[in-house]
């Protein structure tokens, strides 16, 4: 039976993905984390999807090596389909028990093929290769491996650290070359900005006129971040609004069909499935479909494919009356306008609305209590620039009345700066679960994890200005709903160029 809209197997979690389309499908490799103790070697395990809805755990996909091999942990690389028609994938070999020059554990690229379409895998052990002569060897991992036409050479990228200057800052990402993708040479860095601790699971593609570098980083932030160039040789250059998310998806890489380019990463879990336990890693896979504007910057949303499965939509009753053609006026003050209709555990929620010149903050609360006070809230704040994650109430501290999280003015790093000028704008929101995942204006992605609170009812808020309502709708699908216009080969109008 195949999962929908997010997967995660049977008592595991979804790691580091390794995406591959052909043939108009997704096979999508991951890293299989158990979280069992004593921890076992780390496999790739695959799961696919023609639809980008409905997702078919293959299990098993390319096993660990012994306790006593250098691949213990089979960790993240990518898959390239080589001129001889094989394909090859290159990975992060690992063991806790061998260690570097550095005394931690060793990391090294390792090599193999396949002949039969990626389903069975010959590992060479001889093209195995450790971090270049100034770079850690603790740190020499997720090889990203790709054709350059221009140059007529395969170019690799690698995640990587010099072994001098601020610790902090010796992330790299390394480059090697190759002919025939079993001797490569190290050259010159692909990307050296001197900023963070790793660059962790990079990739470059080419998307009409730019060329994208993707990576993840876990220095400023824990998140998954771009540039853009005209060349490969850079100059790379950060756009205003850099990231795809916020903290909790993280490790995101991207594959291409028929002109579309979709981003596949994982929703991180928290300790003990609490909204207070800290973030972990591995988690839920999510996927987030780019678009490309005029100037090249990228936009982050559903693909319409999720969209569309979600056909039912949810008869809502309003405390207040009807929502929709309504102004929700707050002036100096708060304002809510609540369903009296409980929300499924899974919905697709659409929230179209104008916001008023110097509004403070609005937004849509998720399974709130029937005054409202004890919600979660997808907050917009105009004035600030920024979409946030909230929840009330907060983390008590302590005994006095004062001793409360209200201090901390949203959950911290669940922070998006986003365009909120006066005017139209929409909100959309998928829930499922503990799953939880906003968009806004089809631009900008907000993913977190929902637990405490299980239910609750749908409501909109304004403070300290007002918001005119033109709609908000709640749907629902089954498993089994259709996914019309999902075919390969189809290309929705979402997917094109959309405005700066």
Known sequence: ????????????????????????????????????????????????????VAFEDEGLAFDHGSADDVDYNVYTGSIVRGRDGEHHMFYTGQNPNRLGIDGLPLQVVMHATSSDGAETWVRHPEHTFGAAEGYESADWRDPFVFWDAQAE???????????????????????????????????????????????????????????????????????????????????????????????????AKSAERDGRRFFFGWIASRVDGHDDGAWQWAGTLAVTEASQRPDGTLAFSFASELRRHFTETVPMEFVNGEIENRTL???????????????????????????AADTAECGLLLRASADGDRAYAVRLEPRRGRMVFDRWPRKVTGEGQWEVSGDVPYVIELERACDLQPGRHTLEVVVDGDLCVANLDRSTMLSTRLYDHIDGTIGVFVGDGSIDVHELTVSTASDSSAVADSAPGSVSSESLLIPS
Request: hydrophobic letters at 40%.
């Open 1 to 52: 039976m195949p999962q929908h809209i997010f997967f995660q197997p049977e008592g595991a979690w979804v790691g580091d993905v390794i995406p591959f389309a052909e043939n108009g499908e997704f096979r999508l490799f991951y890293l299989h984390e158990q979280r069992a103790c004593p921890k076992p070697g780390t496999p790739w395990h695959l799961v696919s999807t023609k639809d980008l």
């Open 153 to 251: 050479l395969w170019r690799m990228l690698i995640a990587a650290r010099h072994v001098e200057g601020p610790s902090r800052r010796r992330g790299v990402i390394a480059q090697c070359v190759s002919t025939d993708l079993a001797r490569w040479t190290s050259v010159e860095p692909f990307w050296d900005p001197r900023r963070y601790i790793a660059h962790e699971c990079p990739e470059v593609f080419q998307w009409g006129d730019w060329w994208y570098l993707v990576y993840s980083e876990f220095s400023d932030s824990f998140v998954t971040r771009y540039r853009m160039s005209k060349t490969l040789d850079g100059p790379w250059i950060a756009p205003a609004h850099d990231s795809l998310d916020g903290r909790a998806f993280y490790a």
């Open 329 to 355: 006026d707050a002036g100096d003050g708060y304002l809510t306008a609540l369903s009296s209709t409980e929300i499924p555990s899974r919905f697709f929620a659409s929230f179209s609305f104008d916001i």
